[in-house]
């Protein structure tokens, strides 16, 4: 996987909070990538659902 490549954990985690997953959508490609990349230091399936939940909550 690419720095650049979106982790299959994060895309399950989006897939199940539709809001989440509506904004990260919303997102430019630069924004993208930048939440993509805050991923990679991601390692526990709990962090990584606060993380999504964060892309709502951090409007």
Same mark, same amino acid.
């Given at each position: 996987?690419?720095?650049?490549?979106?982790? =299959?954990?994060?895309?399950? $985690?989006?897939?199940?909070?539709? +809001?989440?997953?509506?904004?990260?959508? @919303? #997102?430019?490609?630069? /924004?993208?990538?930048?939440? =993509?990349?805050?991923?990679? $230091?991601?390692?526990s399936t709990a +962090?990584?659902?606060?993380?999504?939940? @964060? #892309?709502?909550?951090? /409007?």
């Amino acid at each position: 996987m690419t720095k650049d490549e979106m982790p =299959i954990g994060f895309a399950m $985690a989006l897939a199940m909070n539709p +809001e989440a997953m509506q904004k990260f959508a @919303s #997102l430019n490609e630069a /924004q993208k990538q930048e939440i =993509i990349a805050g991923t990679h $230091a991601i390692y526990s399936t709990a +962090e990584r659902r606060r993380y999504v939940v @964060s #892309l709502v909550n951090d /409007q």
